[in-house]
């Protein structure tokens, strides 16, 4: 978790603090929970588990970040938070406020929120919301999750919206529906679900018809990139037109 990540779909990850809860299908492999075990940041990945803050110093890596995209042109995608929840009610809310405070100071980075708590997500957000530079994404991994929380996430304004269907557990219907970008991806590690790569197929092509971004990360098998990322032979790595990192967009 720091400025390169291995995730295809961000360049960095910054996680303010650590701990979370299990509340989808999505969670019942939770990759963070796996790592928690042997790290050991928080008692436990449930409800009622205080939440560990990292470090001042981390803290500040957000502003390195964007005083080097001031230097070179590249602004990173940063993924917040991969271990953790913005929108979880554990969290204290001065947490959330300071978190606010570092992202408002770095206008040079896109910063994608992805929560899988889209309904607590109007009372969280900062009296200033949208931010020019901020996303904000939902994680909904099958139809029911698709019917019930994409409704709340386009309710809510956003610079763009994006949806993860990772882990992706079923076949989705979209219908007319646009976000600006939809991710796919299958489980990794021990007691990873097999992913229905005809599930991944219609997504592709609902994403074709309706003018979505469309990128899938993996595969998944027992060691995360093992089967590769390919659908049909083609590798699908795309991003919406306002998550560009180069010197071009800077500029403006």
Request: proline letters at 8%; one cysteine or more; charged letters at 25%.
């Amino acid at each position: 978790m720091g400025e390169v990540s291995a995730i295809s779909w961000t360049d960095s990850t910054f996680n303010p603090w650590i701990g979370c809860t299990r509340l989808s299908p999505a969670c019942d492999h939770c990759y963070a929970a796996r790592d928690n075990d042997r790290h050991h940041w928080v008692a436990s990945w449930s409800v009622g588990v205080a939440r560990y803050r990292t470090s001042a110093g981390y803290w500040e890596n957000p502003s390195r970040w964007n005083r080097k995209a001031a230097r070179t042109g590249f602004r990173p995608r940063v993924f917040c938070a991969s271990y953790a929840d913005v929108f979880d009610n554990e969290v204290p809310d001065a947490w959330r406020a300071d978190l606010w405070e570092v992202i408002r100071a770095t206008p040079l980075l896109h910063w994608m929120l992805l929560t899988k708590r889209i309904g607590k997500a109007p009372k969280m957000l900062p009296p200033d919301w949208p931010l020019p530079h901020v996303g904000l994404m939902a994680t909904l991994a099958n139809q029911t999750e698709w019917d019930r929380d994409f409704p709340k996430l386009m309710a809510v304004p956003a610079a763009w919206h994006g949806v993860s269907c990772e882990p992706l557990l079923g076949l989705i219907d979209i219908g007319d529906a646009e976000p600006d970008w939809l991710i796919t991806g299958g489980e990794s590690g021990p007691g990873f679900r097999p992913l229905d790569m005809d599930a991944v197929r219609s997504l592709r092509d609902q994403c074709a018809r309706n003018g979505i971004a469309f990128h899938h990360k993996q595969n998944g098998v027992l060691r995360g990139k093992a089967s590769g990322c390919l659908v049909d032979g083609v590798e699908h790595k795309n991003f919406p037109p306002m998550l560009r990192t180069g010197d071009a967009e800077l500029a403006r």
